[in-house]
């Protein structure tokens, strides 16, 4: 008969966590997570085995392949952020459990992981509180500060790089749910991104005569026939001073418009619980929020991989919970060793209906596990969180030139006080011929320009 010594029980976890509180150094109670990742390989050296396994948390009372739900989610209430506590204890949220993920390159592109690796140590802020290189250039690409000690040095590198591909285009649907469970909207739309700097797949780091620029930007509207043909651009400097050039085009006016870009916080279409400020939890320039605090660390449940639907041709996932049974995705998470949570509040917004949002990062590869935001009263407002994963399954698989394809599969944006519900879900196709690509040049001249505007307008 075997057994295991318990060498760190939870209290320990958590007593570790709260000594070392927001003050960090680095991440990991037993070492550097990075710096285990670069000595070992991976990052288990830097976290006792209880923060790497669901079953030894929980003392066997949960496993892999277990359900967690409204019966158990006391076992892991402080492994999940209080909204999503809240749908699983009262709207009948389910999450499966699996194992955790100990390779870290399969957690985000592998390009973007091993750029993180190789350009470490070689960022920092300029006198306008932008991240360049050592020489002063703009970023050269994977996460700037992979051991972030501050909250904005966490956020500085999920706003450089929101999709970590050069270029992506993300074919979406959308659901639109009332307070009593039902569809009320529903939308097919495609969003691109491309960056001019910091590519590590594109030919050239910078985009020659586009340096200045940090991401452009794009959504347009497919269906229904309601909203056909709307779109909207966005240009973003790469001073994180400025707010982005917003450009939308509206076919029953047949123009482009040029748009305030300071109202980030109302949604683009109706139904829709979704704003641009929301976008990858970073959805506005870095210093138009301010005043960043590191404010609690410790182990999560979050869905950091197996989020790719891929028994479904079309990639559409399946639903539950709610009043209808269609409120909440089916979601895979598992055991998260470290996270670390920043609030932030928005200094560049006078009118803003947020007080303060918090973010939660993954302390290995800093991807956002979910957000939370308050409103001025410091009540519960809006919350958005999302999976992740590899586009492989067996033999089935999504290659992104030599490796496959990772991104994001599908997202909850649930507003508190109304009881409103946006599921967004990345598909294969949607209507209009409009396909899934990465690392395309030609997803700049086909989505990110205005005379791309009128071409999907008409």
Same mark, same amino acid.
């Given at each position: 008969?075997?057994?295991?010594?318990?060498?760190?029980? !939870?209290?320990? #976890?958590?007593?570790?966590?709260?000594?070392?509180?927001?003050?960090?150094?680095?991440?990991?109670?037993?070492?550097?997570?990075?710096?285990?990742?670069?000595?070992?390989?991976?990052?288990?050296?830097?976290?006792?085995?209880?923060?790497?396994?669901?079953?030894?948390?929980?003392?066997?009372?949960?496993?892999?392949?277990?359900?967690?739900?409204?019966?158990?989610?006391?076992?892991?209430?402080?492994?999940?952020?209080?909204?999503?506590?809240?749908?699983?204890?009262?709207?009948?949220?389910?999450?499966?459990?699996?194992?955790?993920? !100990?390779?870290?390159?399969?957690?985000?592109?592998?390009?973007?992981?091993?750029? #993180?690796?190789?350009?470490?140590?070689?960022?920092?802020?300029?006198?306008?509180?932008?991240?360049?290189?050592?020489?002063?250039?703009?970023?050269?690409?994977?996460?700037?500060?992979?051991?972030?000690?501050?909250?904005?040095?966490?956020?500085?590198?999920?706003?450089?790089?929101?999709?970590?591909?050069?270029? #992506?285009?993300?074919?979406?649907?959308?659901?639109?749910?009332?307070?009593?469970?039902?569809?009320?909207?529903?939308?097919?739309?495609?969003?691109?991104?491309?960056?001019?700097?910091?590519?590590?797949?594109?030919?050239?780091?910078?985009?020659?005569?586009?340096?200045?620029?940090?991401?452009?930007?794009?959504?347009?509207?497919?269906?229904?026939?309601?909203?056909?043909?709307?779109?909207?651009?966005?240009?973003?400097?790469?001073?994180?001073?400025?707010?982005?050039?917003?450009?939308?085009?509206?076919?029953?006016?047949?123009?482009?418009?040029?748009?305030?870009?300071?109202?980030?916080?109302?949604?683009?279409?109706?139904?829709?619980?979704?704003?641009?400020?929301?976008?990858?939890?970073?959805?506005?320039?870095?210093?138009?929020?301010?005043?960043?605090?590191?404010?609690?660390?410790?182990?999560?449940?979050?869905?950091?991989?197996?989020?790719?639907?891929?028994?479904?041709?079309?990639? #559409?996932?399946?639903?539950?919970?709610?009043?209808?049974?269609?409120?909440?995705?089916?979601?895979?998470?598992?055991?998260?060793?470290?996270?670390?949570?920043?609030?932030?509040?928005?200094?560049?917004?006078?009118?803003?209906?947020?007080?303060?949002?918090?973010?939660?990062?993954?302390?290995?590869?800093?991807?956002?596990?979910g957000m939370v935001t308050f409103d001025r009263r410091g009540d519960l407002f809006r919350s958005f969180d999302g999976?992740?994963?590899?586009?492989?399954?067996?033999? !089935?698989?999504?290659?992104?030139?030599?490796?496959?394809?990772?991104?994001?599969?599908?997202?909850?944006?649930?507003?508190?006080?109304?009881?409103?519900?946006?599921?967004?879900?990345?598909?294969?196709?949607?209507?209009?011929?409009?396909?899934?690509?990465?690392?395309?040049?030609?997803?700049?001249?086909?989505?990110?320009?205005?005379?791309?505007?009128?071409?999907?307008?008409?």
């Amino acid at each position: 008969m075997s057994f295991h010594i318990r060498r760190f029980d !939870r209290q320990f #976890s958590r007593r570790e966590f709260l000594r070392v509180g927001s003050g960090f150094v680095g991440a990991g109670l037993l070492m550097p997570a990075w710096a285990a990742m670069e000595k070992h390989g991976d990052y288990a050296a830097a976290y006792p085995e209880e923060l790497l396994s669901i079953e030894q948390y929980t003392g066997g009372q949960l496993k892999v392949g277990d359900v967690s739900d409204a019966g158990n989610v006391e076992l892991v209430k402080d492994l999940l952020e209080p909204v999503k506590y809240m749908q699983v204890k009262d709207m009948g949220r389910r999450l499966r459990l699996r194992e955790t993920t !100990r390779d870290v390159m399969k957690l985000s592109p592998w390009e973007y992981m091993e750029a #993180s690796f190789r350009h470490r140590g070689q960022a920092r802020f300029d006198d306008n509180g932008n991240v360049v290189t050592a020489d002063g250039k703009p970023w050269i690409g994977g996460l700037p500060f992979p051991d972030a000690k501050t909250g904005v040095e966490l956020f500085a590198g999920l706003t450089l790089s929101w999709g970590r591909h050069d270029a #992506s285009f993300y074919a979406i649907r959308e659901y639109d749910l009332n307070r009593d469970g039902k569809v009320s909207y529903g939308y097919e739309n495609g969003w691109a991104e491309y960056a001019p700097t910091g590519r590590l797949v594109l030919p050239g780091v910078y985009w020659k005569g586009h340096e200045d620029k940090l991401r452009y930007q794009s959504v347009f509207f497919t269906a229904p026939d309601s909203v056909r043909g709307t779109s909207f651009l966005n240009i973003w400097h790469y001073d994180q001073n400025k707010f982005p050039e917003l450009y939308g085009y509206i076919p029953d006016f047949k123009r482009i418009r040029r748009f305030p870009t300071d109202q980030r916080f109302e949604p683009l279409v109706p139904g829709s619980s979704l704003y641009l400020s929301d976008a990858w939890a970073a959805g506005d320039p870095l210093h138009t929020w301010g005043d960043y605090k590191v404010v609690w660390r410790g182990p999560m449940l979050a869905a950091v991989s197996g989020g790719w639907a891929s028994q479904s041709e079309d990639w #559409s996932h399946n639903t539950h919970g709610g009043p209808q049974g269609e409120t909440f995705w089916d979601t895979d998470v598992e055991l998260v060793p470290e996270a670390i949570a920043v609030d932030a509040k928005p200094t560049g917004f006078p009118r803003a209906p947020v007080g303060v949002k918090r973010v939660w990062f993954d302390a290995r590869t800093q991807l956002p596990l979910g957000m939370v935001t308050f409103d001025r009263r410091g009540d519960l407002f809006r919350s958005f969180d999302g999976a992740y994963g590899l586009y492989e399954d067996g033999d !089935r698989r999504v290659m992104d030139g030599k490796h496959p394809y990772w991104s994001w599969c599908h997202v909850h944006a649930f507003d508190v006080q109304t009881g409103k519900m946006t599921r967004i879900e990345q598909l294969a196709e949607i209507s209009g011929g409009h396909r899934m690509r990465v690392n395309d040049h030609d997803i700049y001249n086909r989505y990110l320009t205005n005379g791309a505007l009128r071409r999907l307008g008409n």
